[in-house]
T-cell receptor, first 112, second 118 residues
Framework: ELKVEQNPLFLSMQEGKNYTIYCNYSTTSDRLYWYRQDPGKSLESLFVLLSNGAVKQEGRLMASLDTKARLSTLHITAAVHDLSATYFCAESGSNSGYALNFGKGTSLLVTP | GAVVSQHPSRVICKSGTSVKIECRSLDFQATTMFWYRQFPKQSLMLMATSNEGSKATYEQGVEKDKFLINHASLTLSTLTVTSAHPEDSSFYIC??????????????FGPGTRLTVT
């Protein structure tokens, strides 16, 4: 049973463009996390969304959470090359001790 | 604050040997620590949840006799891969949570340990 589904899994976009990554989850968790991972590195926390309607922004990234639709989005505005990385969403609450269930990740490549 | 370290960062071992990976919370007490495994170009998969002073809870399909987890103090958890085989080669990442599970939503990830079994 797939608990967290991300799409797209691969995304190539030009600098300056906007795009949205979607994260659907199948549990009743109201905690949703977004992480960034660079090649060969561990995870960098981007956002923690704790309630329905939560919206957080940091630089060119904005994340939102709709717990009724069980959907979170990560919106990229005016992409730059430095945003190239893999982005994971994760939910907690369905595992023991509130461990995280991760999506498969979205591999983002921003090209000139 | 909230720094988690792992040691070693990279290890190569021969098939049949055992390897111990340490996960430390440097500036906070971590009642709960988690161990994840990530194969190349795949997502993170939870292996086990470790609570200080008690036995770890393993996920389905993870052999508890092969992956020994010890959480002897509030700042240290160890993962020992026993009788390692090439298929155990992976990126092992720990995370730590402050306070009691469920009462703290933030998890802090270590830098990971890349294990290669030859």
């Amino acid at each position: 049973e797939l608990k967290v589904e991300q799409n797209p899994l691969f995304l190539s976009m030009q600098e300056g463009k906007n795009y949205t990554i979607y994260c659907n989850y199948s549990t009743t968790s109201d905690r949703l996390y977004w992480y960034r991972q660079d090649p060969g590195k561990s995870l960098e926390s981007l956002f923690v969304l704790l309630s329905n309607g939560a919206v957080k922004q940091e630089g060119r990234l904005m994340a939102s959470l709709d717990t009724k639709a069980r959907l979170s989005t990560l919106h990229i505005t005016a992409a730059v090359h430095d945003l190239s990385a893999t982005y994971f969403c994760a939910e907690s609450g369905s595992n023991s001790g509130y461990a995280l269930n991760f999506g498969k990740g979205t591999s983002l490549l921003v090209t000139p | 604050g909230a720094v988690v370290s792992q040691h070693p960062s990279r290890v190569i071992c021969k098939s049949g040997t055992s390897v111990k990976i340490e996960c430390r919370s440097l500036d906070f007490q971590a009642t709960t620590m988690f161990w994840y495994r990530q194969f190349p170009k795949q997502s993170l998969m939870l292996m086990a949840t470790s609570n200080e002073g008690s036995k770890a809870t393993y996920e389905q399909g993870v052999e508890k006799d092969k992956f020994l987890i010890n959480h002897a103090s509030l700042t240290l958890s160890t993962l020992t891969v026993t009788s390692a085989h090439p298929e155990d080669s992976s990126f092992y990442i720990c995370s730590a949570s402050r306070g009691l599970a469920g009462l703290s939503y933030e998890q802090y990830f270590g830098p990971g340990t890349r294990l290669t079994v030859t």
